[in-house]
């Protein structure tokens, strides 16, 4: 079986983990996980590892993701999105564009984000959906996130309500939920998320992206090096640096940058990812035997 990763457009309804399952089942490992969970109602870009290529997605977690989503203003849900209950209305027709879009530049560039109350994140070793669920209040602290960009694409008004289709470049962690929840409440009406669509992770785009049914017909594996060379810097290295390498020794700092740099022999081969700490750069992981 190929190591590398497979770009899937995840369908609706899918959890990142039914994916995960479908590609463990045509890629015939259990070696298959995911970068960078998406909720069963979003749609778009999920990275799958298969086999080896699974050690790089811890790295490619981190990088920055691009979305398109809906927005509907003049209500709150207790999921802030549309897979959850309603628990509060407040009329929006009055919210002008102008005040729309200074809400939206508020929430632009390095934030304080509280995570959503129905999410993943672990309070005192338990999940905060699990004490949700349970009826629980959970006390979930605000943590900076990165948003690059947040456009408006479309205003659409109806009665009491707008709907808000937005395009969003941030970083890892951020939930596009509470930029909706949070907007809502900014603006005095409460908001909540209507649809939204994963457009870009790192450098791997819809464009690459299969769905479950292509992948079912053929199953495109992205090569590791290719993978590396798409995400991270690129490093070649002698014969002699890649034997120590290899056996997980440390090389000079080339000045690539904070993040991991793809390490390639002589040959092409990727040997490995490679973090510069001062003067040395140091093995992330391996990938030759």
């Not at 729309?100 to 984000?113: D, H, Y």
């Not at 008004?157 to 949070?182: E, F, K, N, P, Q």
């Not at 890649?242 to 700092?253: F, I, N, Q, Y």
Request: one cysteine or more; a neutral charge.
């Amino acid at each position: 079986m190929t190591s590398g990763l497979v770009i899937v457009d995840k369908p609706a309804d899918w959890t990142s983990h039914d994916v995960v399952g479908k590609l463990r089942r045509l890629a015939r490992t259990r070696r298959v996980g995911h970068a960078g969970t998406l909720d069963p109602m979003a749609t778009g870009v999920l990275v799958v590892g298969v086999d080896k290529a699974t050690r790089l997605l811890g790295h490619l977690a981190l990088t920055e993701k691009g979305y398109d989503g809906t927005i509907r203003l003049g209500q709150s849900t207790n999921t802030d999105d549309a897979e959850g209950e309603i628990t509060a209305t407040a009329p929006a027709a009055g919210v002008g564009d102008a005040a729309l879009q200074s809400g939206i530049s508020a929430l632009t560039g390095v934030i304080q984000q509280v995570p959503p109350q129905v999410s993943a994140i672990k309070v005192n070793g338990e999940r905060a959906y699990k004490m949700a669920r349970k009826g629980e209040e959970v006390e979930l602290k605000p943590r900076p996130v990165t948003i690059h960009d947040f456009s408006v694409l479309e205003i659409r008004r109806h009665d009491d309500l707008i709907d808000v289709d937005v395009s969003i470049t941030c970083s890892s962690g951020t939930y596009i939920r509470a930029l909706a929840r949070d907007l809502g409440a900014m603006l005095g009406t409460g908001g909540h998320l209507t649809a939204l669509r994963r457009t870009r992770v790192g450098p791997y785009d819809l464009g690459m992206a299969r769905t479950i049914d292509q992948l079912s017909e053929e199953l495109r594996i992205l090569p590791m090096a290719d993978a590396v060379a798409a995400a991270f810097p690129r490093r070649e290295v002698s014969a002699d640096d890649a034997r120590k390498v290899m056996h997980g020794g440390k090389l000079p700092a080339a000045g690539l940058g904070p993040g991991p740099v793809g390490v390639f022999a002589p040959d092409g081969t990727l040997l490995a990812l490679v973090e510069e700490q001062g003067n040395a750069a140091k093995p992330l992981a391996v990938f030759v035997p």
